[in-house]
């Protein structure tokens, strides 16, 4: 649904010479920074009258370009997913942080590991950014930025399945180079038919939605296959994780008109993956900082029980 037919024309409110401007004045400098001006304040304010209206007059409520009438606060078009941004960016920061501080330099995953805490970051940077102000550059480069992160963690899983680090590197890094080509010019090709042929939002999700599985699995497979060594009950954090996560994508399929003209179903799925959750015997921790405990669980099993990283160390 579109609002400007619900409204007076837009030439009524905004001026002549520069219709970015209101005719009563300047927008406050608050909504002039996230970039408000007079054409997009008057659609924001008829979305707000219409959804008023119906609301009151007991009719079902409409989206407006695809979207669900969300109540902005200072300017922020839905601040309830960017509030749940900045908790799972905070996850991966964290994560960065504990895998920096206690796993040794020596550790051949290591820097793959960092590297996941930043792609993990930027894209929840990204998405903090499209849920602030919803632009089609903000949009792409939130999906986009989400869709590198599901695509790393399908190039570094195998890494860790197949025991890079157990090897030697000289011998296996041609496999390893070729591998990251591969999965670079798969998400290289994602963007561009998204970019350039056509943008499908069923597309883009399904993608994910593959990748992603595919990795699941592999981590599945890691847990039941290791499940009978020494390591303990962390073997299954990944189980947990992918599980969590999985439950927590179903809520997007919920679609609802937001509570309080704030929380829908797609904060509900950036909530879902910020609380924190326990995992019997370890401290009470989200479930991205749960996955980084657990690779920190995980190296310094393999550093115990490995000659190769005994005699490094």
Known sequence: MACHDSLPSISSHCSSSDLSQPLNGPLPLHLRLLLWDCPSE???TCQRQVTNTLRAQGQPLHQFHGKWPFLRLWGIQEPCSVIFSIL????????????????????ALKPYFIILGIIGMNAWVWSSIFHTRDFLFTERADYFSAGASVMYGLFYTPLRLFNIHQRDLKVVQPYIYIWGA???????????????????????????????????????????TRSRSSR???????????????????LEVFDFFPIGDALDAHALWHAATAP???????VILHQTYVFYHFLLKDTEYEIQHSTLYREKL
């Open 276 to 282: 924190m959750v326990p995992f019997p015997g370890e």
């Open 42 to 44: 008057c659609d924001y």
């Open 232 to 250: 303990g009950p962390w073997v299954w954090m990944p189980v947990f994780v992918v599980v969590y996560v999985c439950f927590a994508m179903s």
């Open 182 to 224: 591969i999965c670079a010019f798969a998400f290289l090709a994602h963007v561009y038919y998204l970019s350039f042929i056509t943008f499908s939002y069923s597309y883009n999700m399904m993608a994910n939605i593959v990748v992603g599985m595919l990795q699941n699995a592999m981590w599945i497979y890691y847990s039941i």
């Open 88 to 107: 799972n960016f905070h996850g991966h920061y964290r994560g960065i942080h504990l895998i920096s501080q206690r796993i040794p330099d020596t550790y």
